[in-house]
């Protein structure tokens, strides 16, 4: 080494992630990578405003460089894996010289100089725990080890080279080269006259030994050490060694251009003319405690609970759809507003599991309270509930958004008027009709026949999707009500029957009046009535489609009745009855003739509904004992 003569140092870039950066690469892994590991070619920027810093933020994922005043292109890309120890086990040191051996490509074949955003290259590589929103993450910056290169002379300001008038020129000009041209770019003098040139410019000037007075390399500057330049030009002097061979035992002129007054001015001599190979590829940044390795942010205590909960609640869906039923449509699920007539032991394991799919928009009805027997078996109670007589409706939609604040849930305290019970509930028949109108999907989950007959009439009217889960001690029955628009009619819950439904609660004892089943029995029922609807919402005729119909998760079947004592089910199908009390044609026109008449006629004698259908004359002109029916206790 000359006598005079150091070894040219440079301050390394530092990385500034911006937290939306965080919000937007998780969208992107969840909507579109999903499992795939793959780069990902990402927009860093940095500027003499802000001292040795690469920033990347959500704006870093779009196809094109976002226009910046006083920010320059860094061009990056990112590798993220899927788990924490492929994180740890990619082979940083090779990954780091591959995309070194890319910028000493691109520098020799001269990409570089017409695009000399790449010789600000960055990686990154990632890992993402979505669950708890930690993210671990490593930037590189590829730079050569060689040329190696050394100082003249200790840095100058820029005004001790430069005139004030040519200092304003640079500039001025600097800022009108095109935005991708102003990180690197050449200044020439001649006659005291300052040029500006782009990268490309410079290179031809050079070569044409033009006679040019006076000429600097330059580049923007981040760094703002007083001797020491910044990371850029490393580069930088990579390009001029082996595009300008001329000029390896010149003494270079280098601008580090920064915020007026800061600027300097380098000269430097490259040390030996022989050509690069074997070099070595550094730039790994250095963690928080200056060592050689990953940094860390948690983000979770920083994101709005709710807003996280959400994101979560998506998290766990979407996983299934990477792999498992990529066909699977969310969106339709999440959308789909449900009406849950009932919210006792069904009513409230529907619910949640209405929750765990994603559904946003749930509403619960019920006339009862909740007594001290319900918390244990339904989910959404508490004790405190018992003491308070609460609304069960009101109860389970309060409880459902204290599990999931960003569920619509609503609690409707409503009473359903039901055949052979008299008008004295008349009045809540407008409100009901309102709100499966209001609903795409109506779950019958009552506790009697009866109450079940109005719904599936108004279901039927305003060609609802219905799904009626009926319990019995060790038994499940699990339905979905027909659609007009079928080409095949599916049955309702009442097309089976030859009697119209009645008071099933009169002249019984206790335990024939309550719901006594098997614990688990309400659980399974619930969860196959959820998943019915579920895939019922896949399929492009959604409650229409016919029994022997499939969606992305499988089989669509009219009915599923389950045996708990055999651990057996079966899905039998059955075409609507033409005279069916409950969907028939004739009973829903006598509906939308009369209206409340009509009504208050079946509420004061259920016969009216058997002479209205014809089942009366059926009833006569049939043995009774080639009929098989099925008891109320075996459905409910």
Request: one cysteine or more; aromatic letters at 10%; glycine letters at 6%.
């Amino acid at each position: 080494m000359s006598e005079g003569k150091s070894l040219l140092q440079y301050v390394p870039f530092e990385s500034c992630v911006d937290p939306t950066f965080w919000h937007k690469f998780a969208q992107l892994k969840l909507d579109v990578d999903k499992l795939e590991e793959k780069v990902r070619p990402v927009w860093g920027y940095y500027s003499y405003n802000y001292n040795r810093m690469v920033n990347v933020d959500c704006t870093s994922f779009n196809k094109e460089f976002g226009v910046h005043s006083n920010f320059w292109i860094a061009k990056g890309y990112q590798l993220n894996t899927n788990t924490l120890e492929s994180f740890k086990n990619l082979d940083k040191v090779k990954f780091l010289e591959d995309y070194g051996k890319i910028i000493k490509e691109d520098v020799k074949s001269g990409e570089a100089a017409a695009n000399p955003s790449t010789l600000a290259t960055f990686i990154l590589i990632t890992f993402a725990d979505l669950k708890k929103y930690h993210f671990y993450y490593w930037f590189g910056f590829p730079a050569s080890s060689k040329p190696v290169c050394h100082l003249q002379s200790a840095a100058e300001e820029l005004n001790k080279s430069l005139s004030e008038e040519q200092i304003n020129l640079l500039y001025e000009k600097h800022g009108e080269l095109p935005l991708d041209q102003q990180g690197f770019f050449g200044v020439s003098i001649k006659d005291s006259v300052l040029s500006l040139h782009s990268l490309k410019e410079m290179l031809d000037i050079i070569r044409a030994e033009d006679s040019v007075h006076e000429y600097h390399w330059g580049f923007v500057d981040p760094c703002d050490d007083p001797q020491r330049p910044g990371w850029p030009l490393r580069n930088l002097l990579l390009l001029v060694y082996l595009q300008c061979p001329n000029l390896r035992e010149e003494t270079l002129s280098v601008i580090c251009l920064r915020k007026r007054g800061k600027s300097i001015v380098l000269r430097i001599n490259f040390e030996g003319a022989e050509e690069i190979v074997d070099e070595k590829w550094i730039g790994w940044e250095l963690n928080t405690r200056a060592k050689f390795g990953p940094r860390f942010v948690d983000l979770s205590s920083n994101m709005n609970p709710v807003k996280l909960a959400e994101e979560s609640v998506d998290l766990n869906l979407r996983l299934m759809k990477w792999r498992l039923a990529p066909d699977l449509d969310l969106a339709s699920v999440k959308t789909t507003s449900c009406l849950l007539l009932g919210s006792g032991t069904l009513g409230c394991s529907v619910a949640r599991a209405l929750l765990a799919w994603g559904v946003e928009t749930i509403t619960l009805v019920d006339n009862g309270t909740v007594s001290y027997s319900n918390p244990v078996r339904q989910s959404l109670f508490t004790f405190e509930d018992c003491q308070r007589e609460t609304n069960k409706a009101e109860a389970a939609a309060a409880a459902l958004k204290q599990i999931f604040p960003g569920v619509k849930s609503r609690g409707v305290k409503l009473t359903i008027s039901m055949p052979g019970r008299g008008v004295n509930d008349i009045d809540s028949v407008a409100e009901l009709e309102k709100l499966i109108s209001e609903h795409d999907v109506v779950f019958l989950l009552t506790d009697t026949r009866e109450s079940r007959w109005l719904p599936t009439l108004l279901a039927a009217k305003h060609n609802k999707v219905a799904i009626t889960a009926a319990l019995g001690f060790d038994t499940y029955l699990v339905l979905r009500h027909g659609m007009a628009a079928s080409s095949q009619r599916l049955g309702c819950y009442f097309c089976n029957d030859v009697t119209a439904p009645g008071n099933s609660t009169q002249d019984r004892t206790l335990d024939q009046q309550c719901t006594v089943t098997r614990p688990g029995v309400s659980h399974i029922a619930a969860a196959l009535a959820v998943e019915l609807m579920v895939s019922l919402v896949q399929h492009s005729e959604r409650g229409a489609a016919g029994s022997d119909s499939s969606s992305c998760l499988g089989q669509l079947p009219h009915s599923i009745r389950g045996f708990l004592s055999t651990y057996s089910q079966m899905m039998p199908s059955t075409p609507a009855f033409s005279q069916c009390t409950a969907c028939s044609t004739k009973v829903v026109k006598e509906y939308e003739n009369r209206g409340l008449e009509f009504l208050k006629d079946v509420f004061m004698r259920t016969e009216y509904l058997e002479e209205l259908t014809g089942l009366s004359e059926l009833q006569k002109a049939t043995d009774f004992s080639e009929i098989l029916e099925f008891s109320d206790d075996e459905e409910m």
